[in-house]
């Protein structure tokens, strides 16, 4: 017997297991079981990193169906959403969002559907690829900038943010998402958000100075 089972992963304030569980039953999902991480960066760690993400793959068959609120509950950056929607689609499971009521099912046969899957698919795959680009780049940059520093010199002030919420910072510009939720996720201030995002490489340039 098939089930429909919802995964929620509640990281800040505004992300309640109450309030997603809602808004998928609004959406007319009747949902049969609910898997939640609680506190997990979905920014920082994989789907199968996570506690309740494991348990995902161990309870889910064939012709079940995984509903989440939007794509961006099963991974960290486009490339790992991809793969994560295709590593499910390939086991039989069908996965639905709550956003857009997107449907990604890898046995359909209406031509629409498979048309719309792939598209996804490939837009998540090219955006994954140029945020990896753009991190690569911009650490180059920084390393370079270090090295040409005197590391006996005045270095200025000890940067803020780790190398991790610079990373969280990127990704999370690159997914569109807005100041304000970049800094209530990655608990940097507005000001330090907007300075990473107008000079990315200058972030990483400081980060390398101080060896970070």
Request: no cysteine; charged share 25%; glycine share 10%.
């Amino acid at each position: 017997m098939t089930k429909t089972v919802l995964y929620a992963r509640v990281s800040t304030a505004d992300q309640t297991l109450d309030h997603q569980k809602a808004q998928a039953e609004a959406a007319g999902f009747k949902v049969d079981e609910v898997v939640a991480d609680h506190g997990v960066s979905g920014l920082s760690t994989r789907l199968k990193e996570r506690e309740q993400g494991r348990r995902l793959f161990d309870i889910l068959r064939r012709g079940d169906v995984l509903v989440v609120r939007w794509l961006d509950r099963l991974g960290r950056n486009y490339e790992d959403v991809k793969g994560t929607v295709e590593d499910l689609m390939r086991r039989g499971v069908i996965v639905r969002t709550v956003i857009n009521g997107m449907t990604f099912d890898g046995a359909t046969t209406d031509p629409m559907q498979k048309a719309v899957t792939n598209a996804l698919l490939g837009f998540m795959a090219a955006m994954g690829e140029a945020q990896a680009e753009a991190t690569k780049a911009a650490q180059k940059a920084g390393i370079a900038h270090a090295r040409e520093t005197d590391p006996n010199s005045y270095k200025g002030r000890k940067p803020s943010f780790t190398r991790d919420q610079v990373g969280i910072v990127r990704n999370m510009l690159a997914r569109g998402d807005g100041v304000s939720l970049i800094s209530e996720t990655t608990g940097l201030t507005r000001q330090t958000v907007y300075r990473i995002k107008g000079d990315p490489a200058g972030a990483e340039a400081t980060l390398a100075t101080w060896g970070l």
